[in-house]
């Protein structure tokens, strides 16, 4: 990228044709050509350059959807991004791309819930084996590889935990035995962490969280490197996982202020750790205590920090932790994240799945906040109020 993140993202894309600051939602399920001989030159050019954004029909995406990826790719500096439906339809995609019956994957435990039931029960099905390891202990990680291994799956932090994982090792452990790697990059997109360029073979962030920005669209994204575009390609192909025209567009507009947006979660963010750091009843699962290993991992790796965190509650009675989550007046109540407005959930088994390497005492509880980009203060001043709930 010659330009900066934040002055390419202001300045890519423009559309001088109709003289538009933006580009036009192009929708369309047939594309047509003026010949047959016409449409057999596209597809020629599609086969010598498969990133190139040439089209026969309308599930392999229209000019919006193809701007739209080639913005992600220079963001990720990465081969290509595939676009999806949904953030978990890029998982399902990157999955889906490696893995076949006989073989076996290797993920992370704090996986999102239904990464999780994707590839514990349903790639089980189809004799395909998971097995987890232990984001704090990757012997636990390298022990299991074997012959059959074909992908690592990271999320990074962990899904609700907030686990920070020593990536460079991950990727030591999988380049020595060929084996290829894909991370969940959501919590902190490319502004704050670039996976291809580190060394991952794929980069998922789902487009519903800080791309739109706005909580109105679903999306995904999958950056690729070479080495697998080919089997990527394939995959897209035969599932018709495409995201549509109408979503490209709102996520392009989104992505414009996405610097501006995460630079004011991580400060609003900042000042709510610190103030809930104070409290005695909860230890902040979040990059904030520089001591700690999640903080020399999360400051090893990242260049900032997103409005996400975790909240581990000690309560004698759950219904003080659901009192305190339902006292709270300037956070919306759920699912999702990346909006401009704050949020909180309860995290409770269907939010954590079958953790193997996370326990909790019977006094210790699970609440997500979301930062929003309200007034830091207003949002400091009503978890003070809620925090009285908790006994």
């Known amino acids: 990228m010659t330009k900066s993140f934040k002055t390419f993202l202001k300045h890519t894309a423009k559309d001088f044709h109709n003289q538009s600051v933006n580009p036009p939602v192009v929708r369309a399920s047939t594309i047509i050509f003026k010949s047959m001989r016409d449409i057999r030159k596209t597809q020629v050019k599609a086969i010598k350059n498969p990133t190139g954004g040439y089209y026969d029909y309308g599930r392999q995406g229209t000019s919006t959807t193809y701007i739209l990826q080639k913005i992600l790719t220079k963001l990720e500096e990465s081969y290509h991004v595939f676009t999806t439906p949904t953030g978990f339809g890029s998982v399902f995609l990157s ?86 790697t894909a991370i969940d990059n959501t919590w902190a997109t490319p502004y704050y962490f670039k996976p291809i360029k580190f060394g991952f073979d794929m980069s998922i962030v789902s487009a519903t969280k800080y791309y739109s920005g706005h909580s109105d669209v679903m999306g995904g994204s999958l950056a690729v490197n070479k080495k697998v575009f080919n089997k990527v390609k394939a995959a ?54 520089k001591n700690s290993h999640n903080f020399r991992m999360w400051k090893k790796y990242y260049s900032g920090a997103s409005g996400l965190m975790g909240l581990k509650i000690k309560a004698k009675k759950i219904n003080s932790v659901r009192k305190f989550v339902n006292s709270l007046k300037l956070f919306g109540y759920g699912y999702s994240w990346g909006g401009f407005e704050s949020l909180v959930l309860h995290q409770e088994f269907r939010e954590t799945g079958n953790r193997k390497f996370m326990s909790l005492s019977k ?28 006994k």
């Open 95 to 180: 999955i889906f791309s490696i893995v076949r019956p006989g073989d076996e994957i290797i993920v992370a435990d704090p996986v999102y819930s239904p990464t999780r039931i994707l590839t514990e029960d349903f790639l089980k099905e189809f004799k395909i084996k998971t097995i987890f390891y232990d984001p704090a202990n990757l012997k636990t990680l390298e022990n299991n590889i074997s012959k059959k291994t074909k992908l690592i799956f990271v999320e990074n932090p962990g899904s609700n935990s907030f686990e920070f994982q020593d990536l460079g090792k991950i990727i030591s452990i999988a380049k020595k035995n060929k084996i290829i």
């Open 236 to 289: 897209e192909k035969i599932t018709g996982l495409r995201l549509g025209p109408d979503d490209a567009y709102l996520i392009t507009r989104g992505l414009r202020t996405l610097d501006v947006r995460l630079d004011r979660h991580r400060e609003n963010a900042k000042k709510i750790a610190e103030f809930l750091s104070k409290n005695k009843k909860i230890k902040l699962l979040y990059p904030y205590k």
């Open 363 to 390: 006094d210790e509880h699970l609440v997500r906040l979301h930062i929003g980009l309200e007034d830091p203060s207003d949002l400091i001043a009503d978890i003070k109020q809620a925090l009285k709930h908790l």
